[in-house]
């Protein structure tokens, strides 16, 4: 009989074990140096893979990267794709962040802070929907980051962009008081005033 598989309790997985995680998790510490066939985050100590995404989701994500870099003020800085530091168990990886990078190590840095940002984009796709809609206000909501957009694409392929301010006294997002959800074009003052022609990101 061939040796049974055993989970790992210690140390760094391999390209073979990440996914056999110990009883507390893997910290980022032990899996960062892994060279995995596909986009990944850590959440609760288990790597979970990030789901393939199309090329409106893509596409819609440049563009707001772009419209938040061209309207941001200082110290704000916009990045796509940046692991975020909550604990040493749990790094997200949000479509769009904007954090304020004032005494970061831009050579070194790997994750950005959650304490540092002040806005989190997440554009959902059909594998993301679910952690778009609960996990993540969730859990950037009890870190106290001010701002959350969910950008959706609806059956007519218009996009919706539903804002949420933070609650600091309930750590919970509520809809934005004056347009919770917008259409057509974005138009807002927080984290800093921005205007976005949302139907020119569908489509080419």
């Not at 140096?33 to 990030?50: C, M, S």
């Not at 050579?107 to 989190?120: G, T």
Request: proline share 8%; aromatic share 10%; with cysteine.
């Amino acid at each position: 009989m061939g040796a049974a598989q055993t989970t790992p309790q210690c140390g760094r997985p391999t390209e073979d074990t990440w996914m056999f995680a110990p009883a507390d998790g893997w910290t980022y510490d032990q899996v960062k140096h892994l060279d995995l066939p596909f986009d990944w985050e850590l959440v609760d100590g288990v790597i979970r893979v990030r789901g393939r995404t199309k090329l409106w989701h893509n596409h819609v994500r440049d563009g707001l990267a772009s419209a938040l870099s061209a309207a941001r003020r200082e110290p704000y800085q916009v990045v796509a794709g940046q692991c975020v530091m909550v604990d040493d168990r749990n790094t997200p990886k949000p479509d769009l962040i904007v954090f304020d990078p004032r005494k970061l190590d831009f050579f070194e840095l790997e994750c950005v802070p959650v304490d540092k940002l002040v806005l989190v984009v997440e554009v959902a796709s059909p594998c993301s929907r679910q952690d778009d809609r609960v996990r993540k206000p969730a859990l950037f909501a009890t870190c106290k980051v001010p701002c959350y957009w969910r950008v959706e694409l609806d059956r007519d392929q218009r996009l919706a962009v539903h804002e949420y301010w933070l609650n600091a006294d309930t750590r919970t997002y509520i809809p934005a008081p004056m347009h919770p959800v917008h259409h057509d074009k974005l138009v807002t003052e927080v984290p800093f005033p921005v205007e976005v022609d949302l139907e020119a990101l569908v489509g080419f």
